[in-house]
């Protein structure tokens, strides 16, 4: 499955999230062994609907290389992570957060 295949995430009847980009820095690895990610990384996510107390989680995947996701669950896109950017106008939230911690399954 590709990024195309999963990059709608649907919140409530209000909120809907696409992930628009992410940086390289941070991809999972094609190494099958679980590890440690240490290294912050940047998603770019767009909304249908901004509001200043805007509150939700993303469940978010872990890319390989080639862009396709192996069967990582980790909601670590949520309101407790930093707020990048934040444009009413362009409609676009951006995180920063740390990979550190989260352990690729397999």
Same mark, same amino acid.
């Given at each position: 499955? /590709? @990024?195309?295949?999963? !990059?709608?995430?649907?919140?409530?009847?209000? &909120?809907? +999230?696409?992930?628009?980009?992410?940086?390289?820095?941070?991809?999972?690895?094609? !190494?099958?062994?679980?590890?440690? +990610?240490?290294? !912050?990384?940047? =998603? =770019? @996510? @767009?909304?249908?609907? +901004?509001? %200043? /107390?805007?509150?939700?989680? =993303? *469940?978010? &995947?872990? @890319?390989?290389?080639?862009? *396709?996701? /192996?069967? =990582? &669950?980790?909601?670590?896109? /949520?309101?407790?992570? #930093?707020? %990048? +950017? &934040?444009?009413?106008?362009?409609?676009?939230?951006?995180?920063?957060?740390?990979?550190?911690?989260?352990? #690729?399954?397999?």
């Amino acid at each position: 499955m /590709d @990024l195309s295949q999963i !990059n709608t995430t649907a919140i409530d009847a209000t &909120y809907i +999230l696409n992930i628009e980009s992410q940086s390289r820095i941070g991809r999972q690895s094609s !190494n099958k062994t679980k590890q440690n +990610l240490k290294c !912050n990384n940047i =998603v =770019v @996510l @767009l909304t249908n609907n +901004l509001k %200043e /107390d805007l509150k939700f989680s =993303v *469940h978010g &995947y872990l @890319l390989g290389e080639d862009s *396709h996701f /192996d069967d =990582v &669950y980790q909601n670590y896109l /949520d309101g407790r992570k #930093k707020i %990048e +950017l &934040y444009s009413n106008s362009s409609e676009i939230l951006r995180f920063i957060f740390s990979n550190s911690g989260i352990k #690729k399954t397999g």
